[in-house]
């Protein structure tokens, strides 16, 4: 696993001012990288979904693609999202596709991409101190469940889980107060 030092040095210094959209940005986008990096991953194998100030909904900040492709509500009972969100502790689901889910976000075409189906997720809580404020989504994605490459393990969950929680609080420094999808 690539060590995470570097990024939270990264982090100290791209979010030394507080929130602007550069900084958020930039910080998503390293996000990304890192888990991408780790896990031999797509850039559209993560996914990084923000609350909105009422905690009523959850958008996607990453990846850009999906940065408009609607909400996703909290009280949502069939959403993976809602549920790791309200469930508060991350979850490893290597069936993905045979369990109920929001199938709608699959379908939608990133960039020059094909649309490809996601077989595995694994999915951790956005935190900073006691104040919650999303989730990220490690995916595996392919034609079929082969495609879809290795399982998620209890050790990649823990990795996961270990490293948004030093991460997570630098995501809150630069986070828009009104963040509800597309910001501009």
């Not at 929001?102 to 960039?111: D, M, N, Q, R």
């Not at 929680?165 to 630098?170: L, M, T, V």
């Amino acid at each position: 696993m690539k060590d995470i030092n570097l990024l939270i040095e990264k982090f100290k210094m791209n979010t030394a001012g507080g929130h602007s959209e550069t900084a958020f940005k930039t910080t998503l986008n390293d996000i990304a990288k890192f888990y991408c990096d780790n896990f031999d991953l797509e850039p559209d194998e993560v996914a990084i979904l923000l609350t909105d100030k009422d905690n009523m909904v959850m958008s996607f900040a990453y990846p850009e693609h999906l940065v408009n492709a609607g909400m996703i509500p909290l009280s949502s009972p069939d959403a993976f999202a809602a549920r790791i969100y309200k469930l508060s502790r991350g979850q490893i689901e290597n069936n993905f596709n045979q369990m109920k889910h929001l199938h709608l976000f699959e379908y939608i075409k990133g960039p020059g991409s094909k649309v490809r189906r996601i077989w595995k997720m694994m999915s951790a809580v956005l935190r900073a101190g006691d104040f919650k404020f999303g989730i990220i989504e490690l995916s595996r994605k392919g034609d079929n469940a082969d495609d879809a490459g290795e399982d998620f393990s209890p050790e990649n969950l823990e990795f996961l889980e270990a490293s948004i929680q030093e991460i997570a609080p630098y995501l809150r420094k630069v986070l828009p107060g009104d963040f509800r999808g597309k910001l501009s």
